[in-house]
């Protein structure tokens, strides 16, 4: 027996469509026409000035504090690290952020409190993560033993460098941002060049694990912040390189016994801190010997383990602190005293960054998962 041909269909009669179909044919078209007008939405945030910053560029006011929360998002599945600003004027709604739930993502921050892109490239925790000064890229460091260079608006990794070691903090070269620090669960800190993705310097102490990573000046020197904090110690917690000949500069810098988990340079003064493990953040001269301020303290936070992050607004009139207690701290960098400390979060508030347009956006972080922004 055979089957049946379709007939075809006589000119000018349209073939019966049921309304069942009809509606899933309907709403497949949406489906699509929506997605492709929020992708188009998303690479144009990524992109492109928004509304929210537009009228304040090129302004300059004093950074005032912040008041209520604008948004609560729960961002990561697991802590969150860092949080912060693009720093190119005309992309600075742009806030990212990286998690120990091995992604990092950037965020409408300014704006609708929208994620815009999530990034999956590392296999580990990413234990830290910066714009690098074109605002087109990320540089990020993870668990899984490498740092990698992201093109912000394809998600593409443009370049991957393989590590011996877990990796838990990165700077980039001031004068070329293609050149970058990587320190973590090792001896040594590495520079590598991200266009060759070869290892050009190596510099090594007596030492367990690499805190943090800070250049001075212009980039010919750098601090690193170290685990060490034996008796003998003292020659190691902070230690000043000479970039180009990989020669420590000094090492007699900080002779208390407290580990400095974050370092942060004054925007506009010869000056950095260091926040301690003693509760506290030290003030430095940033340029040699590097002394140690000891009639100026910023106190009132606690840290206890966690590596609760300090900044500086972009006037460096105040600075910012997490703490183990959840609460965001502020203090006048001039007097040293406390002007506001913000119940931020239930967990351990890890970060606090200024917006480096609007000047009274902060964005908090905390070890639950949480970014919160406040204005």
């Known amino acids: 027996m055979s089957s049946k041909r379709p007939q075809p269909t006589p000119a000018g009669v349209r073939p019966y469509v049921s309304k069942r179909q009809k509606l899933s044919t309907q709403s497949a078209d949406l489906n699509t026409e929506g997605s492709s007008s929020s992708q188009h939405t998303t690479l144009h945030l990524l992109s492109t000035v928004s509304e929210r910053i537009r ?3 090129g302004r300059k006011g004093r950074t005032e504090l912040p008041k209520y929360v604008q948004h609560q998002l729960q961002a990561h599945q697991g802590p969150v690290n860092t949080v912060q600003w693009c720093p190119v004027p005309h992309l600075s709604h ?3 952020s990286a998690s120990m739930d091995k992604t990092f993502k950037v965020w409408d ?3 609708s409190g929208r994620c815009l892109q999530t990034y999956s490239g590392h296999s580990g925790a990413v234990r830290d993560a910066c714009w690098l000064p074109c605002g087109r ?24 460098m393989e590590n011996q070691f877990k990796v838990t903090c990165l700077a980039f070269q001031p004068s070329d941002p293609s050149v970058f620090l990587c320190g973590g669960f090792s001896a040594e800190v590495k520079a590598w060049d991200s266009r060759s993705c070869q290892v050009i310097r190596t510099y090594t102490s007596r030492i367990q694990q690499t805190l943090d ?16 904090v034996s008796q003998d ?20 810098i900080f002779h208390e016994r407290y580990t400095c988990p974050s370092l942060a340079l004054h925007p506009q003064e010869d000056s950095f ?52 207690t959840g609460s965001a701290h502020f203090y006048d960098f001039q007097s040293g005293r406390s002007v506001l400390r913000l119940h931020a979060h239930e967990q351990a508030c890890m970060c606090v960054s200024f917006h480096p347009v609007l000047s009274s956006v902060v964005a908090t972080c905390d070890w639950g998962g949480e970014i919160k922004i406040w204005n």
């Open 55 to 57: 009228p304040h560029l």
């Open 94 to 96: 742009l806030l990212l």
């Open 109 to 111: 921050g300014a704006a």
């Open 213 to 228: 990573i800070l250049f001075l000046g212009e980039g010919r020197e750098f601090m690193t912040s170290t685990d060490m």
């Open 233 to 252: 110690s003292a020659d190691r917690t902070l230690i000043a390189w000479d970039f180009t000949t990989t020669a420590k500069v000094s090492n007699q």
């Open 273 to 324: 801190v260091a926040q301690t493990n003693g509760n506290y953040i030290a003030l430095f001269s940033a340029q040699r010997p590097y002394r140690m301020n000891k009639m100026k303290r910023f106190e009132g936070h606690k840290v206890e383990g966690y590596a609760a992050q300090c900044e500086f607004s972009s006037d460096g009139a105040i600075l910012s602190s997490g703490s183990s």
């Open 137 to 160: 890229r990320i540089l990020s460091g993870s668990f899984d033993n490498t740092a990698a260079v992201t093109e912000v608006e394809t998600g593409q990794v443009v370049a991957k």
